[in-house]
């Protein structure tokens, strides 16, 4: 799938989110990671009606601030249903030196918000580690993906009062999807799930995710050019 916007900046949008920037911080990326990220905006939609969309924010400390032994946050607060233009935001932010210690683990959510479709702000040093996962075929994904899919899974009778059980199963589905479409192909597809599924359709799926990761032949996350990059992004900050 194309990106939707195929330059590192759109303009419009990020003069409307931008109040929601760090301020302390350098933004290195902001991306979509939710139903708009899978094009399922008007399949599952949130319990108010329309999707919401959400937003990763991946922001850089000072190398400097680190060096001099500064408290550096891995994370800040989310912040919920923001109120933009008649459209619901989420807000998640993510400091880029914990970002990348979660991509070498494989951890799905992150490769998300690294390698979305939607991209709405991006500086050009982030290309070069897109790039860099673009090109792998892993299973380190497997771990991840398939835990994350169990607990979409367990939400469809859990949540079932407050969330529709057939959001929470497509959901699971497109996240092992995901996985199994990775292991398959070595691609990374953002497919969405418009059709009903069942939790056995789920649970199939993960059943040939662990067959595909059983008889690959895939390579590991590529933690050493991961550690490269972020060096020198640190480097050059000094």
């Given amino acids: 799938m194309e990106e939707f916007y195929v330059t590192f900046q759109n303009i419009e ?3 409307k989110i931008s109040p929601y920037f760090p301020s302390r911080y350098e ?15 008007n399949f599952i939609p949130d319990d108010h009606g329309t999707s919401d969309h959400d937003l990763v924010v991946i922001y850089r400390a000072s ?5 001099k032994g500064r408290t550096i946050n891995p994370t800040l607060p989310c912040k919920h249903h923001i109120m933009i233009d008649n459209q619901e935001y989420d807000f998640s932010y993510l400091e880029i030196g914990h970002f990348c210690h979660q991509l070498k683990k494989g951890n799905v959510n992150i490769i998300w918000a690294l390698l979305s479709p939607i991209i709405i702000y991006r500086k050009p040093a982030v290309t070069v580690l ?16 398939v835990g994350m899919t169990i607990s979409q899974l367990k939400d469809a009778t859990k949540r079932a009062d407050v969330r529709s059980p057939e959001k929470s199963l497509k959901t699971a589905y497109r996240t092992s999807q995901f996985v199994f479409n990775h292991l398959n192909t070595g691609k990374w597809q953002f497919d969405p799930v418009t059709w009903t599924v069942t939790e056995a359709d789920v649970m199939d799926l993960i059943d040939n995710i662990k067959t595909l990761e059983l008889n690959g032949n895939y390579e590991p996350m590529p933690i050493d050019s ?3 990059w972020i060096y020198q992004l640190r480097v050059v900050d000094i």
């Fill in 27 to 41: 933004v290195l990326q902001v991306s979509e990671t939710g139903s708009f990220m899978w094009q399922m905006q």
């Fill in 226 to 228: 991961i550690e490269q």
């Fill in 130 to 145: 897109r790039d860099i996962i673009q090109q792998i075929h892993t299973s380190d994904i497997v771990a991840s993906g």
């Fill in 63 to 67: 190398t400097k601030d680190i060096l």
């Fill in 13 to 15: 949008v990020v003069a």
